[in-house]
């Protein structure tokens, strides 16, 4: 199976790049599933029901988060009926939305899980059990596993891939914006990728 993961979609200008070329890309590549990380996509905060479906509709499959998911209120309605936009599951069990989605993609069991890190951010539960737990509880038929690690230490992103080699397809870090050269295959077969950066304006901070 081939997948597309897309850090994290800053603002209009990162959300115009996806949807100009999400299209091309998975017909390019064959892409059969397409993951992005949308908590910085309306304005660089949050997301809006409009701008996911727009989203959606264009091609993205599933949509990760992390910290500013919760930025804009209208959000809370909308993640809690959409299944395929997921905040951190290692928030606590009462917070709107899921922190994993499941499904079947080309008759593949496929799970997305997403876990934000505890060094440098807001409060949470621990991520390495939260994760653990979940990939623990997924059924043996689920062959794809993807693990997007929202964090802002290297070293906790590093540690989590570590963690989870042989039992997950690939962990993939999101949140500092910066694309890491150090993609490679851990040990059990399991993908890493320290940051997959962002999608975004080049040489400018404004994130209208």
């Not at 993205?60 to 936009?85: A, C, F, W």
């Not at 989605?101 to 008759?107: A, D, F, K, L």
């Amino acid at each position: 199976m081939n997948i597309l993961m897309i850090g994290d979609v800053v603002a209009r200008p990162g959300r115009l790049a996806v949807l100009d070329r999400i299209r091309d890309i998975r017909e390019q590549f064959e892409i059969d599933f397409a993951v992005m990380n949308a908590e910085n996509v309306a304005g660089g905060f949050s997301i809006t029901e409009p701008l996911a479906e727009q989203l959606f509709a264009a091609g993205i499959d599933v949509m990760t988060s992390g910290n500013h998911i919760y930025d804009k209120r209208e959000v809370i309605p909308y993640i809690n009926r959409q299944p395929r936009l997921i905040r951190p599951a290692n928030y606590p069990a009462n917070s709107p939305g899921k922190g994993m989605w499941t499904g079947t993609v080309r008759n593949v069991d496929v799970a997305v899980i997403n876990v934000i890190g505890r060094v440098f951010m807001p409060p949470s539960n621990d991520p390495f059990e939260t994760a653990a737990a979940l990939v623990e509880g997924l059924p043996k038929t689920t062959r794809v596993r993807i693990i997007d690690m929202h964090a802002e230490a290297t070293s906790e992103k590093s540690a989590m891939g570590w963690f989870l080699a042989g039992k997950v397809s690939g962990v993939v870090g999101t949140h500092t914006h910066i694309q890491t050269a150090d993609e490679r295959i851990l040990e059990g077969g399991t993908a890493f990728i320290t940051d997959l950066g962002m999608t975004g304006r080049f040489r400018s901070n404004r994130n209208e």
